[in-house]
């Protein structure tokens, strides 16, 4: 049984008002890989939003950019964990990133993030920046991953920006389904339990769920999605999210926009946050910042 609103509200405040992001383990937080880092605001139709700057060593006009989207339930506002990514993006691509800090919910509530992530890929790809807005990126961890798909599909279905690259890490794709009856064996828990609270605080219409941008994996949504922008897809066998993530991949890999799907083995949720060693992130990072280096730079 779903929390009522008021309770599930008070809580996501509540968390909210919790200090920090977990620390990020020194072996996966890459101090190596610098970048140098400016503040800016990006405007929106659902107001302004904070962003960071992440500017390589010797950032190109010719070069495209990377807009990233930090994950936390649809309710976390910690962009600083997505820190080791960024710069590592960054350096090693040779590409400018952008950490978007988006309104979360009860603040805004479902579809309001999601204009807000196709909003900052209009400004991206808008002229003025030190970048080539013709080739823009967007991709997130966890609900960050599910607002870039769904950036993603309103750029299909509005005719543009242009998306040169999606990059999809562990997404919730399918709110259609209780986070309750995702639980299985061999699967973590904690999502299980938490992700009654996150649904109601995000989007309290059940019946809205069912949205094609908030469930693009779910049985309801059979469009067609050719011509969307290509995607990497990334899942983790722990994880309750895991086949939402395989079943969207395989629906984009029908419409000719798969390039990989990543389907790690013994690892869960947010394991470029906690839990998982060098050998399994360093990788998964590398493929995202080969695929951006050779689609964007």
């Not at 930090?70 to 820190?83: I, S, T």
């Not at 839990?275 to 280096?293: F, H, K, M, N, W």
Request: with cysteine; hydrophobic share 45%; proline share 7%.
């Amino acid at each position: 049984m779903p929390p009522a609103l008021w309770l599930a509200d008070g809580l996501a405040r509540l968390a909210q008002r919790a200090p920090g992001s977990a620390r990020i383990a020194p072996e996966i937080a890459f101090a190596e890989a610098t970048a140098r880092t400016v503040e800016t605001t990006i405007s929106t139709l659902v107001g302004p939003v904070p962003a960071t700057v992440y500017l390589p060593e010797n950032p190109a006009a010719d070069n495209g950019v990377y807009l990233n989207l930090h994950g936390g339930g649809f309710v976390f506002r910690h962009p600083e964990q997505d820190d080791p990514i960024c710069r590592f993006i960054a350096a090693r691509a040779g590409v400018t990133v952008v950490n978007i800090d988006y309104e979360p919910a009860p603040q805004s509530r479902f579809p309001g993030p999601v204009e807000q992530a196709y909003d900052a890929v209009r400004w991206a790809a808008a002229p003025g920046h030190a970048w080539d807005g013709g080739r823009v990126a967007i991709g997130g961890q966890s609900a960050g991953g599910a607002l870039a798909a769904g950036a993603a599909r309103l750029a299909l279905e509005r005719g543009g920006p242009a998306i040169s690259l999606q990059v999809l890490m562990y997404p919730a794709l399918d709110l259609s389904v209780s986070a309750g009856s995702k639980r299985a064996k061999d699967k973590e828990a904690f999502l299980a339990r938490m992700g009654p609270v996150f649904d109601s605080v995000y989007c309290p219409d059940r019946d809205l769920r069912k949205d094609r941008l908030i469930s693009p994996a779910a049985a309801s949504d059979t469009v067609c999605l050719t011509g969307i922008a290509p995607a990497l897809i990334v899942t983790a066998q722990r994880d309750i999210l895991r086949d939402e993530g395989a079943r969207y991949a395989a629906r984009l890999s029908h419409a000719g926009a798969l390039i990989e799907h990543i389907d790690l083995y013994g690892v869960g949720h947010g394991f470029t946050v906690r839990g998982a060693s060098r050998a399994v992130v360093e990788p998964v990072y590398t493929r995202i910042a080969d695929l951006a280096r050779d689609l964007l730079a």
